[in-house]
């Protein structure tokens, strides 16, 4: 029954396509209710068709209002978040995952390497060589790698 802030009404309203009435309002009769109690049957009707004109232009609000949400979380969070840009020639270290046959337990290294970014392709993806030139077959993630500093 509130109105919540990333679509700007109440999930019922989008759902049912009209605002919940609630059982105080049946018992001890709101102003909505005893004016639709008070129309005749012509004046009814000719309200609910007006009524389902315009659900069309409240969602269409609704969807403007979830997409102005939407591109302000967006904002926000570039925000916070630091592009990393690796090139040619740069030295990384390269992740150690639990699930990878290098890792040897908690107590262990995280890190590994020094490798070099020999290609740098399209979607943050890395080709990393050793350091005796030896080229890896599969690309990695830049995810999985941080600058090497020496």
């Given at each position: 029954?509130?109105?919540?802030?990333?679509?700007?009404?109440?999930?019922?309203?989008?759902?049912?396509?009209t605002?919940?009435?609630?059982?105080?309002?049946?018992?001890?009769?709101?102003?909505?209710?005893?004016?639709?109690?008070?129309?005749?049957?012509?004046?009814?009707?000719?309200?609910?068709?007006?009524?389902?004109?315009l659900?069309h232009?409240?969602?269409?609000?609704?969807?403007?209002?979830?997409?102005?949400?939407?591109?302000?979380?967006?904002?926000?969070?570039?925000?916070?978040?630091?592009?990393?840009?690796?090139?040619?020639g740069?030295?990384?270290?390269?992740?150690?995952?639990?699930?990878?046959d290098?890792?040897?337990?908690?107590?262990?290294?995280?890190?590994?390497?020094?490798?070099?970014?020999?290609?740098?392709?399209?979607?943050?993806?890395?080709?990393?060589s050793?350091?005796?030139?030896?080229?890896?077959?599969?690309?990695?993630?830049?995810?999985?790698?941080?600058?090497?500093?020496?």
């Amino acid at each position: 029954m509130t109105v919540r802030t990333s679509i700007g009404a109440t999930p019922y309203l989008l759902v049912y396509r009209t605002e919940a009435v609630i059982p105080a309002e049946v018992e001890i009769l709101s102003l909505r209710i005893i004016q639709e109690a008070e129309l005749s049957n012509a004046e009814w009707v000719r309200k609910r068709i007006k009524q389902l004109t315009l659900i069309h232009e409240k969602r269409m609000v609704e969807v403007c209002h979830g997409q102005l949400y939407r591109q302000r979380m967006i904002r926000a969070l570039h925000k916070s978040v630091r592009t990393r840009i690796f090139e040619v020639g740069q030295l990384v270290l390269k992740h150690i995952f639990p699930h990878q046959d290098e890792y040897k337990g908690k107590f262990a290294p995280n890190w590994q390497g020094s490798y070099m970014v020999l290609k740098v392709l399209s979607g943050d993806a890395l080709v990393l060589s050793e350091m005796d030139d030896i080229e890896w077959t599969k690309p990695i993630n830049s995810d999985a790698v941080r600058r090497y500093y020496i």
